[in-house]
């Protein structure tokens, strides 16, 4: 018999099915962590990213090698540190979906931390990337706690106020790149509808 590895594509649901079979209700919780985006993403805009075509292959072979793996790792050292506490984590690092962008893995991730997510733990830097403002957000308008990677609460008023720092800091560090001004300005817009 020959065996054949077929790609199949999963939706929302299938995959909030395939959590669903390890995690029992809102149990776990989840760290929220700049994958494409954040402090890495900016040093490495600025140092290299701004030079390349965006969206060209070797813009994006960069991304992954200089910024993608930086975050990765990252997230996978505050993800061990708190399952070391014997919670149940979901991090969204390992997670890739062929043929999805920022809006759908944002769009998922808010409905694992409806769905299974009791509290929520920030990697460091996350303020930088709009993906965890989005889920910081979300998950204090639920009303979960949210730590930092020690173990420090960020309540929304400190949140917004981290917000406010990273835009201060992305303009002026990329105030000569049109690229980085926009994105401390969607960052200003999500401290201001607090």
Not at 44 to 58: A, I, K, P, Q
Not at 117 to 143: K, N, T
Request: hydrophobic share 40%; with cysteine; aromatic share 8%.
């Amino acid at each position: 018999m020959e065996n054949s590895c077929q790609s199949v594509a999963l939706n929302d649901e299938q995959l909030l099915q395939a959590i669903a079979c390890v995690v029992d209700g809102k149990t776990a919780t989840y760290v929220s962590g700049p994958i494409t985006t954040g402090q890495h993403f900016i040093n490495w805009y600025l140092r290299t990213g701004s030079h390349l075509v965006h969206g060209s292959e070797d813009y994006l072979d960069a991304l992954r090698r200089d910024v993608v793996s930086a975050n990765q790792a990252m997230i996978a050292e505050v993800t061990r540190q708190t399952r070391r506490t014997g919670r149940l984590v979901i991090e969204p690092a390992t997670l890739e979906v062929n043929g999805w962008g920022q809006t759908n893995y944002v769009s998922f991730w808010l409905k694992v931390i409806d769905t299974f997510a009791s509290d929520m733990v920030m990697v460091p830097q996350w303020q930088y990337s709009l993906g965890c403002c989005a889920e910081f957000r979300h998950a204090i308008d639920g009303g979960l706690t949210v730590k930092d990677h020690r173990g420090e609460h960020i309540d929304r008023a400190t949140g917004m106020n981290m917000l406010l720092d990273a835009a201060n800091d992305i303009e002026a560090r990329g105030h000569d790149f049109q690229f980085l001004i926009k994105l401390a300005a969607k960052l200003r817009r999500f401290a201001d509808q607090h």
